[in-house]
């Protein structure tokens, strides 16, 4: 079977403010659609691992390529949107793997994006 990474993404500052869903039921109401997806995967044998990542903010870039490291706070890049969270699933094909995405941004109310891993 193959390994896919399903990511959640919030628009930047979201996580921060606390702003990622529309109100606190909201948050619950996905939290709860989560935890029943997460059992049914895991009951299918398709998951792998998951997790929520704190906000970009409380990362750190480091860089190590040159003669002296470089550590900074904060995020690598400023971009449209944040990775949030992510599942990492198994899928006998491409197809399985859409459906289990579909499901994932159904039941956390985000939108996701599903890759392939590469084969180790």
Known sequence: MAQYMISVFHTPGA??????????AAQQSAFAAVAEFNAA?????QFVFAGGLMPPEAGHTVD??????????GPFSVAAASLGGFWIVEALD???????????????????ELRPLQAV
Do not use: E, F, M
Request: glycine fraction near 10%.
């Open 15 to 24: 996580q921060d403010a606390g702003t990622a869903y529309q109100d606190d």
């Open 41 to 45: 995967i895991q009951a299918a044998g």
């Open 64 to 73: 190590a390529t040159g003669t002296t490291p470089n550590i900074q706070s």
């Open 94 to 112: 491409q197809k399985l793997a859409l459906d289990l995405a579909t499901r994932a941004s159904a039941a956390c109310g985000q939108k996701v």
